[in-house]
Nanobody, 135 residues
């Protein structure tokens, strides 16, 4: 059974950094693409970044490009999101997702806002971790 557990959220001042972790179990990381998504209060979920562990390819939303770095450690079975130069608009609950189809995750990243119904199209989500950025 696919199991995802996010950690590392917290409160930080604007301009600061945080690194989120997504511990995985129940599947082969090489067989899945992994993504970070976020949902701000009162807003729809949106894609942040995707990584394909098999080839190391990464993709980012324009809003975080140049500030966030996604990576994975296969030995630790963990996917990370290093967030730098944080802004107040980065405040959100951050979710980790696992999907066998990389193209599907890329499509979600390209969507921008993801409706609640669309969230249900991805089967594997973590419980989320809250990031609060104060200005």
């Amino acid at each position: 059974e696919v199991h995802l557990v996010e950690s590392g959220g917290g409160s930080v001042q604007a301009g600061g950094s945080l690194t989120l972790s997504c511990a995985t179990s129940g599947f082969n990381l090489d067989d899945y693409a992994m993504g970070w998504f976020r949902q701000a209060p009162g807003k729809e979920r949106e894609g942040v970044s995707i990584i394909s562990s098999s080839d190391g390819m990464t993709h980012y939303a324009d809003s975080v490009k140049g500030r966030f770095i996604i990576s994975s450690d296969k030995l630790k079975r963990t996917v990370y999101l290093q967030m730098n130069s944080l802004k107040s608009e980065d405040t959100a609950v951050y979710y980790c997702a696992a999907e066998e189809s990389k193209s599907l995750l890329l499509a979600f990243l390209a969507l921008g806002s993801i409706t609640t119904r669309q969230v249900g199209y991805l089967e594997h989500w973590g419980q989320g971790t809250l990031v609060t950025v104060s200005s």
